[in-house]
């Protein structure tokens, strides 16, 4: 069983579309977190999600919008998508401890043309 | 500001010998270390955290130490297999932070050479 699964792995699209990632975790945590990682390969965090809270929005625009239904789901919605968000995007959860260690996902990754 | 270096160039190691990552920190206190591996088009997963008051840790083949003097860690993994080849990515929580604060530097790109 997968313990955080997202959908879909890939995903190409033109500008000025709308697109959503979905996320999934079956491991009972409280947190749960959408990470970008760059063709630079940094992985940076952009929400994270406290028992359905927004807690973390590190400067992400906002046509990038988190919406959990409920604390096992956690979607990524994005509006007028631009070249410059070309990315892998990877949805994470992590368990109520003050350690913090993350439990990813498989990554999407997102080519807009 | 913060700052968090890997080696970014790839590294080679014969199959057999240890390698020997390197994770430096400025302008960090951290309250503690992790360090993770990413398979190519694979999420990271989670191998190891050091707290700011342990030196040392070990899980199997794999052995990481934390010098908040130096501000570095360094990972090793001993008896490497080619099966190790992947990127590692080490990450710094703040004090108080919990995963909210983690901050990732860019991974080390490992090559175990058969």
């Known amino acids: 069983d997968t313990a955080v699964s997202q959908t879909p792995k890939y995903l190409v699209t033109q500008m000025g579309n709308d697109k959503s990632i979905k996320c999934e975790q079956n491991l009972g945590h409280d947190t749960m977190y959408w990470y970008k990682q760059d063709s630079k390969k940094f992985l940076k965090i952009m929400f994270s999600?406290?028992?359905?809270?927004?807690?973390i929005n590190e400067t992400v625009p906002n046509r990038f919008s988190p919406k959990s239904p409920d604390k096992a789901h956690l979607n990524l919605h994005i509006n007028s998508l631009e070249l410059g968000d070309s990315a892998v995007y990877f949805c994470?959860?992590?368990?109520?401890?003050?350690?913090?260690?993350?439990?990813f996902g498989e990554g999407s990754r997102l080519t807009v043309l | 500001s913060q700052k968090i270096e890997q080696n970014s160039e790839a590294l080679n190691i014969q199959e057999g010998k240890t390698a020997t990552l390197t994770c430096n920190y400025t302008n960090y206190s951290p309250a503690y270390l992790q360090w993770y591996r990413q398979d190519p088009g694979r999420g990271p997963v989670f191998l190891l955290l050091i707290r700011e008051n342990e030196k040392e840790k070990r899980k199997e083949r794999l052995k990481v130490t934390f010098d908040t003097t130096l501000k570095q860690s360094l990972f090793h993994i001993t008896a490497s297999q080619p099966a190790d080849s992947a990127t590692y990515l080490c990450a710094l929580a703040p004090k108080g932070g919990g995963a909210d604060g983690l901050t990732f530097g860019k991974g080390t790109h490992l090559i175990i050479q058969p």
């Open positions: 994470a959860s992590s368990p109520p401890t003050n350690t913090g260690e993350l439990f």
């Open positions: 999600y406290n028992n359905k809270e927004l807690i």
